[in-house]
C-alpha cells in the first residue's frame, strides 16, 4: 500500500470534511491508513482501521489467514462477550468450531467459503481453520444495549486455551487462559485482567422431600426445551447448518450464511443491485449488503439523495472506484466529496445526505444501536432513511417504485418490506443571528 499517497489524502480528507465542522469524524478511511498488524493469538496478518470513540462500530480489519498455521500456529481458543462478531469472507474457504473448551455448550462445526457470513456469537469460545481474506469487524453496543469492552478500548476478548507455538517468543506473546483484555480499534494497545465470570457451572437439582408434586424430572433436557418452545428465523437453507445449531438452541441465530441464501434484487432508488443478507432480531448489526453498482447508471439512473438518522452507515470498497457526495438536497449541509476505490472503508455520518457515483462493487452495513444509545427503526425494521431527491429514471415503473423527497421510511434487513411513517422534519432553517444590534445594552462592549 502507498503510505505517502495515503498521507496525502489523509490531509485532502481532513480538508474536505471541515466543510462541515459541526460533524466530527472521518468521511472515509483508505487502505493504505490502516495499521497492518500480525496477531500471534490467531496467526493472522491484519490491518487495522483507526475508528474513532464517536463510531458504532468498535473495529474493522482486514485479515489474511494461511493453512499452514493450522499446524504450527492453530488459532488461540477465544470468546468475544457482550456483542456478536461478524466475518465476511472475500477469498479461500474454512471451518469454524464453537464450544471449544465450553462444557455448557455443545460444540459446533461450519464449513464456509468466499462470499459467505460468518457471525461468531457473543459469549461463545470458537476458533477458525483453513486458508481465507476477510473483512472483521463488530459494533460497539449489541443489540441488547450492552457495550462492548470500554469507550477506548471497545474489542474485548477472553482467552480459552493456549495453542502451541514453535519458539518461546511467538509462545510468549500469546495470552494465558482466563485473561480478558479490551484492546482499542488500532489492536495497539489495552487493559488487560481477569474476566468477573471465571467459570461456567451445571446446576444440580434435587427435590426438596420425598413429595411427587417437588420432585424433578432429571430426564428432562434443556435444549430439547429450547428448540420446542423457541421458533426460529430460517436464515440459511442449508440443512446441514440447521441441524448443527439446533445442538445449542437457546443460542438464536445463524452462524454461517451462504451466499445462495442471498437472493439478488433491484434497488430502484439507488441504481444498482443488491444482495440484502438475512440477517435477523439478536444481530448486532441491521443490515449487510453486497452492492453491485455500474457505471453507466450514472447517466440514466443516478443514485437518489438520502440520509439515515442517527446511525452510521459504512461502505467497504471490495473493488472499482467511485465518488461519494455529502449533502445533496440538504441546505443545512455544505457539499464534501470524497473519491474512493477498492480497499477504502467509506463512513458516512448519521443525518447527513449522501450520493454515489462510479462503478463499484461494495459491502453495505450499518449497526443496530448507534455509539449514543440511540436505536434507528424497529426490531423488526432497524433500516431507516429519509430522502432528499427524487432523481430521474427512464421508466415510468421505475420512476413509480422511488420515494418522494421528504419521504421517511423504515424497512427490514432484507429489504423486501418497509413503512413510512410521517415526515419527522417540517422544517429547516438558519436562525437569526445578527440581531445584537437591536440590544445594545447587552453586547455594548461588541
Not at 479490551?182 to 434435587?206: A, I, N, Q, R
Not at 441465530?253 to 443491485?273: C, E, F, H, T, W
Not at 467497504?316 to 449541509?333: F, K, N, R, W
Request: aromatic share 10%; glycine share 6%.
Amino acid at each position: 500500500m502507498n503510505r505517502k499517497r495515503g498521507a496525502m489524502n489523509v490531509n485532502e480528507d481532513r480538508l474536505e470534511s471541515e466543510k462541515n465542522p459541526i460533524v466530527p469524524g472521518a468521511r472515509i478511511i483508505r487502505g493504505e491508513n490502516s495499521r497492518r498488524c500480525y496477531v500471534h493469538q490467531t496467526a493472522s496478518t491484519q490491518w487495522f482501521y483507526p475508528l474513532s470513540e464517536i463510531n458504532d462500530l468498535a473495529i474493522f480489519t482486514y485479515i489474511e489467514k494461511k493453512a499452514s498455521t493450522d499446524v504450527d500456529r492453530p488459532w488461540a481458543v477465544q470468546v468475544t462477550p457482550d456483542v456478536n462478531q461478524y466475518i465476511y469472507i472475500l477469498k479461500g474457504s474454512g471451518t469454524v468450531i464453537f464450544g471449544v473448551g465450553d462444557n455448557s455448550f455443545e460444540q459446533e462445526s461450519y464449513r464456509f467459503a468466499e462470499q459467505e457470513l460468518v457471525i461468531i456469537p457473543r459469549g461463545i469460545s470458537y476458533k477458525i481453520t483453513g486458508e481465507w481474506n476477510g473483512v472483521w469487524f463488530h459494533a460497539r453496543t449489541s443489540v441488547y444495549g450492552t457495550v462492548a469492552g470500554t469507550n477506548r478500548f471497545p474489542h474485548p476478548i477472553i482467552t480459552i486455551e493456549k495453542p502451541s507455538r514453535p519458539n518461546k517468543e511467538e509462545a510468549a506473546a500469546l495470552y494465558e487462559p482466563g485473561t480478558y483484555i479490551c484492546t482499542d480499534p488500532l489492536y495497539t494497545s489495552g487493559v488487560k485482567g481477569k474476566h468477573p465470570f471465571e467459570e461456567c457451572v451445571t446446576l444440580t437439582d434435587s427435590a426438596r422431600d420425598n413429595n411427587e408434586s417437588t420432585k424433578v424430572d432429571q430426564s428432562t433436557n434443556a435444549n430439547d426445551l429450547y428448540e420446542a418452545v423457541t421458533p426460529i428465523d430460517k436464515q440459511t437453507k442449508d440443512d446441514k447448518n440447521l441441524l448443527e445449531a439446533k445442538k445449542n438452541a437457546s443460542v438464536l441465530g445463524a452462524r454461517v450464511i451462504k451466499y445462495s441464501d442471498v437472493p439478488s434484487q433491484y434497488n430502484a432508488n439507488a441504481g444498482l443491485k443488491q444482495r440484502c443478507l438475512p440477517l435477523t432480531w439478536n444481530d448486532d448489526i441491521a443490515i449487510c449488503n453486497l452492492a453491485e453498482k455500474n457505471a453507466s447508471s450514472d447517466a440514466d439512473r443516478p443514485f437518489d439523495s438520502h440520509a439515515h438518522p442517527d446511525i452510521e452507515e459504512y461502505k467497504y470498497i471490495l473493488s472499482g472506484a467511485g465518488t461519494v457526495t455529502i449533502g445533496v438536497g440538504d441546505e443545512t449541509c455544505e457539499v464534501e466529496t470524497y473519491e474512493f476505490k477498492a480497499g477504502d472503508l467509506v463512513i458516512l455520518p448519521r443525518g447527513l445526505a449522501h450520493v454515489d457515483s462510479g462503478g463499484y462493487t461494495a459491502l453495505y452495513f450499518h449497526t443496530k444501536q448507534s455509539v449514543f444509545g440511540k436505536t434507528p427503526g424497529t426490531s423488526l425494521y432497524p433500516h431507516n432513511a429519509y430522502v432528499y431527491t427524487k432523481p430521474f429514471r427512464p421508466t415510468k415503473e421505475e420512476e413509480d417504485a422511488l420515494n418522494e423527497p421528504g419521504t421517511y421510511l423504515l424497512m427490514n434487513s432484507r429489504e423486501t418490506y418497509a413503512i413510512h411513517l410521517p415526515n419527522p422534519i417540517l422544517r429547516t432553517e438558519l436562525l437569526a443571528q445578527e440581531m445584537k444590534h437591536l440590544r445594545p445594552d447587552l453586547f455594548s462592549e461588541d
